[in-house]
């Protein structure tokens, strides 16, 4: 499974960013996809996850209310709606694919790795 992230940019805190993980093969239809972000100097974080049905979703306490991950397993893509940035979210962000089914927090969990897609808000 090879996966590709994009759309990250540059965003003024407040804004707003559509990032979209793109895999290229149907394994991660049946498979829980998740976000992370890792910020310089500091370790990968979980941002939020999706399970392969779309209809269980895990975030961040950090994120909660502002982003919102959602998958179209039809275009093997999954989405994370970044609302409301702010300076602390600048990152690089991956989309992952998990062992499992099920949404979840754990890095470990996670097998397929995208190359991340770069945010950076400025204040």
């Known amino acids: 499974v090879q996966l590709q992230a994009s759309g990250g940019g540059l965003v003024q805190a407040g804004g707003s960013l559509r990032l979209s993980c793109s895999a290229s093969?149907?394994?991660?239809?049946?498979?829980?996809v998740g976000w992370f972000r890792q910020a310089p100097g500091k370790e990968r974080e979980f941002v939020a996850s999706?399970?392969?049905?779309?209809?269980?979703?895990t975030y961040a306490d950090n994120v909660q209310g502002r982003f919102t991950i959602s998958r179209d397993n039809a275009a093997n893509t999954v989405y994370l709606q970044m609302n409301s940035l702010k300076p602390e979210d600048t990152a690089v962000y991956y989309c992952?694919?998990?062992?499992?089914?099920?949404?979840?927090?754990?890095?470990?969990?996670?097998?397929?790795w995208g190359q991340g897609t770069q945010v950076t808000v400025s204040s």
């Open positions: 992952a694919v998990s062992r499992f089914s099920r949404s979840g927090r754990d890095v470990a969990n996670y097998q397929y």
């Open positions: 999706i399970s392969w049905r779309g209809d269980s979703t």
């Open positions: 093969k149907r394994t991660s239809s049946n498979n829980a």
